[in-house]
């Protein structure tokens, strides 16, 4: 079956970076678009970057265009999502998925990502 494992979440001051993994199992990951996704307290979920299968395209939120960068390593069978200039307003939790920004289908169990001082 389908496993997404998100880990690197926690505290981070503002203007600070975080580095979140998502290690995949049970579907062959290279054949698969990727997404990270979030959501805020009180908010609904919100698609945040999305890559291609061969990592050679990217997409991202206007929110965090600039400041966070996705990538993947196929051999590894894990997403990554490298978040700087970090801003209260990006704390939540987020979620690692299969497929691209309409797409989405499977998620993981989500990680806390809190940015205050």
């Known amino acids: 079956q389908v496993q997404l494992v998100e880990s690197g979440g926690g505290l981070a001051q503002p203007g600070g970076s975080l580095r979140l993994s998502c290690a995949a199992s049970?579907?062959?990951?290279?054949?698969?678009?990727m997404s990270w996704a979030r959501q805020a307290p009180g908010k609904g979920l919100d698609w945040v970057s999305g890559?291609?299968?061969?990592?050679?395209?990217?997409y991202y939120a206007d929110s965090v265009k600039g400041r966070f960068t996705i990538s993947r390593d196929n051999a590894k069978n894990t997403l990554y999502l490298q978040m700087n200039s970090l801003k209260p307003e990006d704390t939540a939790l987020y979620y690692c998925?299969?497929?691209?920004?309409?797409?989405?289908?499977?998620w993981g169990k989500g990680i806390l990502v809190t940015v205050s001082s």
């Open positions: 890559i291609y299968e061969d990592g050679t395209t990217t």
């Open positions: 998925a299969v497929g691209a920004r309409k797409t989405m289908t499977y």
């Open positions: 049970g579907f062959s990951f290279s054949a698969y678009s």
